[in-house]
């Protein structure tokens, strides 16, 4: 509810047909999409109270996937033609954490879905088995509430912003390869 009392959006993007613009709104829980006009056309929610913050479509365009600020989950929705159908949504914490953390960047990568995770500080990733999500693992990001983070080849570069650093990942095993 505190970071929840209006409207406040927190990423625009572009749908991968490049005909709609996305808006996702962590105060209002909602993704909404306008035209080139900025003519509204549609909106999907996710679950009350979990915070949409940031979003990505699947290589093909058929899905989409938002990191949920608040809750730290990722809500999967159909994209089909300017319009989101909301399917599930998945913790991307592990099973029985209960302390507070906040989902933040999310990566689409090789059929996984990476998120990280401020607070517990660690990147998650689920992977995508044709529009359902499973939880595979967390990897810790070995630095203090990662912010944004890249993957590039076999490597996720992990800017964290309370230790002021950056620690590269190996993407397959999560060994830490450089702090």
């Known amino acids: 509810p505190k970071r929840q009392e209006r409207a406040h959006t927190h990423f625009v993007g572009v749908t991968p047909d490049d005909k709609y613009i996305t808006v996702t709104d962590l105060g209002l829980d909602t993704i909404f ?3 080139k006009n900025l ?11 979990h915070g949409a913050r940031h979003l990505i479509f699947s290589v093909d365009g ?5 990191a949920n600020e608040l809750k730290s989950t990722v809500s999967i929705l159909e994209y089909k033609s300017g319009e989101l159908k909301y399917i599930d949504t998945v913790s991307c914490l592990p099973e029985g954490y209960t302390g507070e953390t906040t989902a933040s960047a999310i990566r ?3 059929n996984h879905i990476y998120v990280s ?3 517990l500080n660690t990147i998650s990733v689920l992977e995508n088995q044709n529009g359902r999500l499973v939880y595979k ?3 810790s990001c070995s630095g203090n509430f990662p912010r ?3 993957i590039i080849g076999n490597y996720i570069i992990c800017t964290n912003e309370k230790s ?10 999560s060994n830490v390869v450089h702090i």
């Not at 058929?62 to 938002?66: I, P, R, S, W």
Request: glycine share 4%; aromatic share 18%; net charge negative.
């Open 148 to 150: 944004d983070f890249d």
């Open 33 to 35: 999409i306008y035209d």
């Open 137 to 139: 693992d967390t990897y």
């Open 62 to 66: 058929k899905y989409c996937f938002v």
């Open 117 to 119: 995770n401020r607070g």
């Open 164 to 173: 002021d650093s950056v620690t590269v990942l190996d993407k397959h095993n």
């Open 108 to 110: 689409f990568n090789e």
């Open 39 to 49: 003519d509204f056309i549609n909106k999907a929610e996710v679950p009350k109270g």
